[in-house]
């Protein structure tokens, strides 16, 4: 689908169909600014006959109306006038596109204006439209026959979008909405696609490949690949272990993007790659278990914040390390009891092979700390308590540092994602210490999962170096509940909004 921007009216540029936007009323007339004064009485008429009430995510199709110099004409409701946002305007724009694929309409224009005078920063208006065009065009059908085509005028998507801006409206500086929201988008979708990807065609080594590809032509980004020998050689522990049940040999995958002077500081971003996780000899319940082919969103989060930020040329720098293995009760695998040297000599006792992701996360958060990065931000779907806690909302954040916590949180309400601040403290550090080594991998107290994993992986980061743990079991996929531009069933590309403000932020 190809997003244009352009100014004038539908009629102008040629489209038999335009996409507007209207608060939500119920049965009396509205101001509607941007619009038409003919449109405007056309509406108004949907709102006194109870047709259309401009609720939230509300979209309704006038076929054949022939007004404001176009055929077809597609409303899309905002919800209260007074809550307009910027998130709004994305979830607008995903339900205008999921309305016109529904009406079979090849080509659109989207009327800028008519989302209101309440966001003013109108590149960004063009950016978040953009993000929720580009995630509401995700699919991922890649492994399904494709029928034959007999006839050619049929409906193969949406073709176009063209944002339509006003005639005093600066198009330059609306460009660089448009690329920023593309880039974004574009990062979001290859996020999605990592995990989306089944575990045989999805291995460690299948993603530092698509990893090395994505990445390749991109300035100032370079990519290393380091392979089961590399990893043991270099006390990866955790990592090695873990791999040790599955034929796919595991990958460390680091990335560098070098966009500011040598002497500053890199952000440090660290990833769970577990590109399949069976729970090991501690082995999980067959329902569901398809769905951890997701257990790599940690990592495929990681990877597309660089790519992101690569192609957005930000003056930082930021280096990334993303452990990737599979966890499997092949018969080398890690034992309930066995007990493993990480790479800053800390020594675990492993009493359930489920609880892996944490252990390969362990290597890269010393070997990351080791770098002295100004900050450490790690993302995991580590735990299913996670999910009891926060459902598919919020992420949950953990952290000491509360000024960290507080730019996270800065960043989050800017990108428009949830995030959630959760207890990280000395108790959850106690339940953490080993009986036979200096740390068991599973808590000695049955609650409070999540806060003791974070507690774990704390062992790992170096004194003094801010750090922040994301778990996103619960958003890293299946949204489409809570957000139209998610698909029905798949990978989300939670926090990659995140990320990318919070590193823009940094600078």
Same mark, same amino acid.
């Given at each position: 689908?190809?997003?244009?921007?352009?100014?004038?009216?539908?009629?102008?540029?040629?489209?038999?169909?335009?996409?507007?936007?209207?608060?939500?009323?119920?049965?009396?007339?509205?101001?509607?600014?941007?619009?038409?004064?003919?449109?405007?009485?056309?509406?108004?008429?949907?709102?006194?006959?109870?047709?259309?009430?401009?609720?939230?995510?509300?979209?309704?199709?006038?076929?054949?109306?022939?007004?404001?110099?176009?055929?077809?004409?597609?409303?899309?409701?905002?919800?209260?006038?007074?809550?307009?946002?910027?998130?709004?305007?994305?979830?607008?724009?995903?339900?205008?596109?999921? =309305? !016109?694929?529904?009406?079979?309409?090849?080509?659109?224009? !989207?009327?800028?204006?008519?989302?209101?005078?309440?966001?003013?920063?109108? %590149?960004?208006?063009?950016?978040?439209? =953009?993000?929720?065009? /580009?995630?509401?065009?995700?699919?991922?059908?890649?492994?399904?026959?494709?029928?034959?085509?007999?006839?050619?005028?049929?409906?193969?998507?949406?073709?176009?979008?063209?944002?339509?801006?006003?005639?005093?409206?600066?198009?330059?500086? !609306?460009?660089?909405?448009?690329?920023?929201?593309?880039?974004?988008?574009?990062?979001?979708? &290859? %996020?999605?696609?990592?995990?989306? =990807?089944?575990?045989?065609?999805?291995?460690?080594?299948? !993603?530092?490949?698509?990893?090395?590809?994505?990445?390749?032509?991109?300035?100032?980004?370079?990519?290393?690949?380091?392979?089961?020998?590399?990893?043991?050689?270099?006390?990866?522990?955790?990592?090695?272990?873990?791999?040790?049940?599955?034929?796919?040999?595991?990958?460390?995958?680091? /990335?560098?993007?070098?966009?500011?002077?040598?002497?500053?500081?890199?952000?440090?971003?660290?990833?769970?790659?577990?590109? &399949?996780?069976?729970?090991?000899?501690?082995?999980?319940?067959?329902?569901?278990?398809?769905?951890?082919?997701?257990?790599?969103?940690?990592?495929? =989060?990681?990877?597309?914040?660089?790519?992101?930020?690569?192609? /957005?040329?930000?003056?930082?720098?930021?280096?990334?390390?993303?452990?990737?293995?599979?966890?499997?009760?092949?018969?080398?695998?890690?034992?309930?009891?066995?007990?493993?040297?990480?790479?800053?000599?800390?020594?675990?006792?492993?009493?359930?092979?489920?609880?892996?992701?944490?252990?390969?996360?362990?290597?890269?958060?010393?070997?990351?700390?080791?770098?002295?990065?100004?900050?450490?931000?790690?993302?995991?779907?580590?735990?299913?308590?996670?999910?009891?806690?926060?459902?598919?909302?919020?992420?949950?954040?953990?952290?000491?540092?509360?000024?960290?916590?507080?730019?996270?949180?800065?960043?989050?309400?800017?990108?428009?994602?949830?995030?959630?601040?959760?207890?990280?403290?000395?108790?959850?550090?106690?339940? /953490?210490?080993?009986?036979?080594?200096?740390?068991?991998?599973?808590?000695? &107290?049955?609650?409070?999962?999540?806060?003791?994993? %974070?507690?774990?992986?704390?062992? &790992?980061?170096?004194?003094?170096?801010?750090?922040?743990?994301?778990?996103?079991?619960?958003?890293?996929?299946?949204?489409?509940?809570?957000?139209?531009?998610?698909?029905?069933?798949?990978?989300?590309?939670?926090?990659?909004?995140?990320?990318?403000?919070?590193?823009?932020?940094?600078?």
């Amino acid at each position: 689908m190809q997003i244009l921007l352009k100014k004038g009216s539908a009629d102008g540029n040629n489209l038999t169909t335009l996409v507007v936007f209207a608060p939500e009323q119920s049965g009396t007339k509205v101001s509607l600014p941007g619009i038409s004064k003919d449109l405007a009485s056309f509406i108004n008429e949907a709102y006194e006959k109870g047709e259309f009430s401009g609720a939230k995510d509300e979209s309704l199709c006038f076929r054949n109306c022939n007004v404001a110099g176009a055929h077809h004409v597609v409303v899309v409701g905002l919800g209260k006038a007074e809550t307009n946002d910027y998130e709004v305007a994305r979830r607008g724009a995903a339900v205008a596109l999921s =309305t !016109l694929k529904a009406g079979k309409i090849r080509k659109a224009g !989207l009327d800028l204006a008519s989302l209101g005078k309440t966001m003013k920063d109108k %590149a960004k208006v063009v950016q978040v439209v =953009t993000e929720g065009l /580009m995630m509401m065009d995700y699919e991922f059908d890649w492994y399904k026959t494709k029928p034959a085509k007999k006839d050619k005028k049929a409906f193969d998507g949406v073709e176009q979008v063209a944002l339509l801006g006003d005639s005093k409206a600066n198009l330059a500086s !609306l460009k660089k909405g448009l690329e920023a929201g593309t880039i974004i988008g574009e990062s979001i979708n &290859f %996020a999605r696609v990592l995990g989306d =990807t089944p575990g045989n065609l999805m291995t460690p080594d299948i !993603l530092a490949k698509e990893t090395t590809k994505a990445a390749k032509g991109l300035a100032k980004l370079k990519v290393t690949v380091w392979d089961k020998a590399r990893i043991k050689k270099e006390g990866f522990g955790g990592l090695y272990g873990v791999s040790l049940g599955s034929s796919q040999d595991p990958r460390f995958i680091i /990335m560098e993007y070098k966009g500011a002077a040598a002497s500053k500081k890199p952000i440090a971003l660290v990833g769970k790659g577990l590109t &399949f996780d069976s729970g090991g000899i501690s082995i999980k319940p067959s329902q569901s278990m398809d769905e951890m082919k997701y257990d790599m969103q940690g990592g495929a =989060t990681v990877i597309a914040t660089m790519l992101a930020v690569a192609k /957005m040329k930000l003056k930082v720098n930021v280096v990334a390390y993303v452990p990737a293995s599979e966890n499997m009760p092949g018969p080398a695998a890690n034992k309930p009891g066995d007990i493993f040297t990480a790479r800053n000599g800390k020594t675990v006792e492993i009493l359930n092979t489920d609880a892996e992701g944490r252990l390969i996360l362990s290597d890269a958060l010393a070997y990351a700390s080791e770098k002295k990065p100004a900050v450490i931000l790690d993302a995991a779907t580590l735990t299913g308590a996670m999910v009891i806690a926060l459902g598919n909302t919020h992420t949950g954040v953990f952290s000491r540092d509360n000024k960290l916590v507080k730019k996270v949180q800065d960043a989050a309400d800017a990108a428009d994602e949830l995030v959630w601040p959760m207890p990280l403290t000395d108790y959850h550090s106690a339940d /953490m210490k080993g009986a036979h080594a200096d740390l068991q991998n599973i808590s000695a &107290f049955r609650g409070a999962g999540s806060s003791t994993a %974070a507690a774990f992986l704390e062992n &790992f980061v170096g004194e003094g170096i801010p750090w922040a743990h994301f778990d996103i079991a619960g958003t890293g996929w299946n949204q489409a509940n809570r957000y139209p531009y998610c698909p029905k069933k798949g990978a989300s590309g939670a926090l990659v909004r995140t990320w990318v403000e919070f590193i823009k932020n940094s600078k």
